[in-house]
C-alpha cells in the first residue's frame, strides 16, 4: 500500500489530513513534530511525505527532509506570503499547499506528485513470472510461451504502472488519472475493461487472476511471484 508521513504539529489539520488520506486508500505514518521524520524515513519505506515544518526553521527542514530521501515532499502552511512558497520549494518540496485547503484538492495534489512514482524503473533484465515475460525497457514487450503478446497503449500503460510497483498497491484513482487523466476519476469501468483485457491475454487463467491481483476496495497489485491470493475484479 502506498505509504504518505503526515507530520503537522496543529493535532486538528493533523487528523484531517490523516482521515483525508485514509479515505483516499493511502496507509499512514504520523510524527506531530517535523523534526522526528527523519528517524521515521531511516527506518520505513515512504512514498510521499506532508508536512507544515512550521515558521522556525521551515527552509532548513524541508532541505534536511529533501537530503535525506526522494519521495515526494507536499508542504502545507498557513503563510500565504509569495517568498515562503519559492523558499520552501527551492529547498526540496514538490509542491505547496495553503491552508485552509480542500480534501479533494489535498488528494489530488498527492496522486500528481506520485505520479513519477508509478513509472516503471529503467531495468535491463526482463520481469519473469512462471507464466510469462515483461519487457519494459528499451521498446516494451510480453511474451507468453515464446510468442509476443500484443498490447494496447492504454493496456501497456495500466501495466507499466502495475509492474513498475510490483508487490505494492497502487489505488484505483492512481491507475485512472495515470493511464487517462484527471478526467477519469470515479469511473472504475475504465479500469475493469483494460484489465479484463490484460488478465484474458497474459494470465494462465483469467478468471483466477494470479498476477493482476484485485485487492478489494483499495486498488491493484503485480505479483510476480504469483504467491498472492487469487481475486476477481
Known sequence: M????????????????????????YAIESVRAPSRIGSVIRRRRLDAVIVDPAETGATETVAALRAQT????????????????????????DDYLTKPFGTEELLARLRVALRH???????????????????????????????????????????????????????????????WGPKAAGKAHYLRVQLTAIRRKVEPDPARPRYFITVSGLGLRFDPSAGGRQQRC
Open 2 to 25: 502506498t505509504t504518505v508521513l503526515v507530520s503537522d504539529p496543529d493535532g486538528r489539520s493533523h487528523k484531517l489530513i490523516a482521515s483525508a488520506l485514509r479515505f483516499g486508500g
Open 70 to 93: 526522494d519521495v515526494p515532499i507536499i508542504v502545507v502552511s498557513g503563510s500565504t506570503a509569495e517568498w515562503d512558497k519559492v523558499a520552501l520549494l527551492d529547498a526540496g518540496a
Open 117 to 179: 512514482t508509478l513509472r516503471p524503473k529503467e531495468v535491463d533484465a526482463p520481469i519473469t513470472t512462471a507464466d510469462f515475460t515483461i519487457h519494459l525497457a528499451d521498446r516494451r514487450w510480453v511474451r507468453r510461451d515464446g510468442v509476443e503478446v500484443r498490447l494496447t497503449p492504454l493496456e501497456w500503460r495500466v501495466v507499466e504502472m502495475l509492474v513498475g510497483r510490483a508487490g505494492h498497491l497502487v489505488t484505483q484513482a492512481e491507475l485512472l488519472e495515470g493511464a
